[in-house]
């Protein structure tokens, strides 16, 4: 059985009042694909104007403390996103696993505060070009997995991972369909290990220069239960053409 797709957007560090005309559009134009959850993740200071935009609509932050709170500057914690609004978080992005030096402990931490607070999570994963080219890209994969996934899926929260190769993000270079089918099947494998049968429920995103074009071929790819999406979801305009990819496979019934 395929999962109901889940399209996220990445905002990063864009975003201002007057881009909330774009997540009122997108919000908006989301009631003619019932089919698909859609959420948008954003700037942490934007979530609250951005739930009060679109009440009904997933908002979401883009990464969270493992502290619930304390002598933290510049921290958010899990409840203070819910607070504002938001539904979901995302963890681990190579952004941040980069630039910030995350480890997988930490990104783990973050993932098991934000999922026992109620907030959903969307966790990353992703090997850089370095590693892809010697072929150790599903190793990489495990091992971060492996270090990085929480330790149990309790609660009413719900984990999705999303599988971001570093190479892909932002550039418009995409990983062959066999190389991300051969990605997504490892994921799975490995959420089948952690967490037994509840693992086949755990959607896998797959994010890097997703785009209108080439979405409706990532969609129908076995084990791709949506994406997340950076550049192409600041503008309703770019975005909603991709979830009307994820809501025409779930259309047409392609693998379920
Ligand atoms: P991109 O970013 O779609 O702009 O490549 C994806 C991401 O970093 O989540």
Redesign the pocket.
């Known amino acids: 059985m395929a999962l109901r797709k889940l399209v996220a957007g990445?905002w990063?560090m864009h975003g201002l009042s007057s881009d909330l005309v774009e997540v009122r559009a997108i919000a908006a134009a989301s009631h003619a694909y019932p089919q698909v959850d859609l959420a948008l993740c954003v700037p942490a200071i934007l979530i609250e104007r951005a739930a009060r935009a679109a009440p009904g609509f997933a908002i979401g932050g883009q990464d969270v403390h493992h502290a619930d709170k304390g002598a933290h500057t510049g921290g958010t914690s899990a409840l203070m996103l819910l607070d504002a609004g938001a539904s979901l978080t995302i963890v681990g992005?190579?952004?941040r696993r980069d630039a910030h030096r995350e480890s997988d402990d930490e990104v783990k931490a973050k993932a098991e505060a934000a999922l026992s607070c109620g907030l959903n999570v969307i966790l990353?994963v992703g090997e850089s070009l370095e590693v892809r080219g010697r072929g150790g890209a599903v190793d990489t994969v495990g091992a971060q997995l492996a270090g990085s996934l929480p330790a149990s899926l309790d609660g009413e929260a719900e984990l999705a991972v999303?599988y971001?190769p570093i190479w892909?993000?932002?550039?418009g270079k995409i990983p062959t369909t066999a190389e991300i089918g051969e990605m997504h099947a490892s994921i799975r494998a490995s959420l089948g290990s952690r967490y037994g049968a509840d693992g086949a429920q755990v959607r896998i995103l797959y994010?890097?220069?997703?785009k209108p074009s080439n979405a409706g071929e990532i969609f129908a790819i076995t084990d791709v239960d949506g994406a997340?999406?950076?550049?192409?979801?600041l503008k309703a305009a770019d975005f909603i053409p991709i979830v009307e990819a994820a809501a025409a496979v779930e259309g047409r019934g392609f693998i379920a």
């Open positions: 990445n990063k992005h190579s952004e990353c999303a971001e892909a993000i932002g550039t994010g890097g220069s997703v997340l999406v950076g550049g192409a979801s």
